[in-house]
């Protein structure tokens, strides 16, 4: 069944994006939307264009929860060709979209967060994602970027240092990945040990965090 609008969704997309239609179910919220814009720039040469060339349908893209319900994007897009360098390309407004994937820039930045805050770990982002509404399947989540990890080099070489000086197996780890109950003990050690005045940020160093700057030290 079609929809009746009570809210302002229009508000939760780029302004060019027109709502077509938004059909509700019970698995998720079907939103289709159609850009409206007149110009592009483009990504290969930084020229404007107003010269449409065709149009593009992206479907089944993966956005962030509306009450607690999954919601689903099918976008019309346009499709431009740049007077300068003669490209055709698809417009992305306000950088929404991610190229050649399922989910929206906002949605992944929402999942690389949550993955970073699991240690890395697929399984539980997934499961977490399922929880959040937000359904998506490993592969998916598999290559969603973490987002880059907030660690000096003169804290990486602090830790580095002490791995190497008391733990040297864990430099043989395959991969870069410590074991589990090992890495926790070295990361309760580095709280411990290390200088808060001088290192105050590896207080709160994560195991992921240490297999990410033992896996650099490789």
């Known amino acids: ?16 994006f027109h709502i077509k239609k938004i059909k509700d179910s019970e698995q998720n919220l079907l939103f289709h939307l159609e850009s409206t814009s007149t110009d592009a720039i483009c990504p290969y ?30 976008i019309t897009l346009n499709e431009y060709t740049c007077p300068k360098c003669s490209k055709n390309y698809i417009e992305n407004p306000d950088s929404f979209l991610l190229e050649r994937k399922s989910i ?15 240690n890395g770990s697929i399984c539980d982002t997934l499961k977490f994602a399922n929880y959040a509404h937000i359904p998506l399947n490993r592969g998916v989540i598999r290559y969603i970027p973490i987002k880059d990890i907030d660690i000096t080099d003169s804290d990486k070489l602090w830790i580095q ?4 000086n008391k733990y040297p197996d864990a430099q043989t780890a395959p991969k870069g990945k410590i074991p589990s109950p090992l890495a926790e003990k070295i990361v309760r050690e580095i709280h411990l040990n290390c200088e808060k005045s001088l290192h105050p940020n590896l207080v709160t160093l994560s195991v992921y965090e240490l297999n990410c700057v033992i896996s650099q030290d490789k």
């Open 161 to 164: 240092d002490f791995v190497r």
């Open 1 to 16: 069944m079609t929809m009746k609008i009570r809210a302002n969704f229009h508000s939760l997309f780029p302004n060019v």
């Open 45 to 74: 040469c930084g020229t404007a264009s107003n010269t449409i060339h065709g149009k593009r349908y992206r479907k089944n893209i993966s956005d962030l929860p509306f009450l607690d319900k999954p919601v689903i994007l099918n």
């Open 104 to 118: 929206s820039a906002r949605c992944e930045k929402y999942l690389s967060e949550l993955k970073y805050s699991l």
